[in-house]
DNA sequence: ATTGAAACTGCAACATT
DNA sequence: AATGTTGCAGTTTCAAT
């Protein structure tokens, strides 16, 4: 999609500070409020917007444990990255999951209540997975996310 | 922080449609707008919702690449972690930095513009970051957030 | 880009259980 | 102590100009 710097504005502005009054995000853009409402629009149409999200504090909600799974699949099965990721879905303690190129094919990110907990997860839901070659595990200490100037 | 079955119904509803209208928010979570916006402070106070976020599309703004890079430290430096950090985070195109227990000590998440840019945020802005001993590159193809019923 | 109308939101006051 | 009701000023959305 084609950006402009209006565009970029909005958008760093909207990373900066979400959840700002959208009057105040024109006014700091440069821009009335109804030309900032339908950049806004347009950014959401052409898919740049994704949408919104609530972030949530799995931690703080008693959900200690998160771990990082990288998976090596058994690639002489084409369907292999389908079936994998279909099954990852269904399982909700699974939070994120990417798909990469390389030695690695998959990582999930996983949360659960406390160890035996992760325990049931791992054993009943994680290498239950279909076309599993090779996994090894990560436990999460913090994430943190970069909110220094945006490269956009 | 302790919630119970009400503010669980209204976090998944956060989670699942992240954006709706108060007031219809309310009633899918069965609870008056009232109540509602009250437990919603509530968690807010609490730390339990962080936020909201906009979700954007690096790749449709036209940032083709995304990696994720695995980092091993030289630990015999107490302060190697403190200070990787906080490199890391003077990074722009450093989208998310995870630290963990293990083998593996840090994740950090970078975009670039094209394989030319990465190349060159790769050798002036990654390789350069202090009291790296070890660190692994995986080309990331796609992220997908698990949506499925969620694990509260 | 500005105006303006309708809908919606955040928050407060007060009564209710 | 938490909930529901009502109310309203301020904000957001969106069409007309």
Known sequence: MQIDDTDRRILRQ??????LPSAELAERAGVT?????????????GGVIRGEEALIDWHALGWAVEVSLRFTLDKTNPRAFDEFTAA???????IEIQSFLGSTDMRLQVIARD??????????????LPHIAELDALMLISTIKSSAELPI
């Open 33 to 45: 409020p109804a030309t900032c409402w339908r950049r806004i629009e347009k950014l959401r149409e």
């Open 88 to 94: 990852a879905r269904e399982v909700p303690e699974v």
């Open 115 to 128: 160890m035996a907990h992760y325990q049931e997860i791992y054993r009943n839901r994680i290498l239950t």
């Open 14 to 19: 909207m990373m900066a500070e979400p959840g």
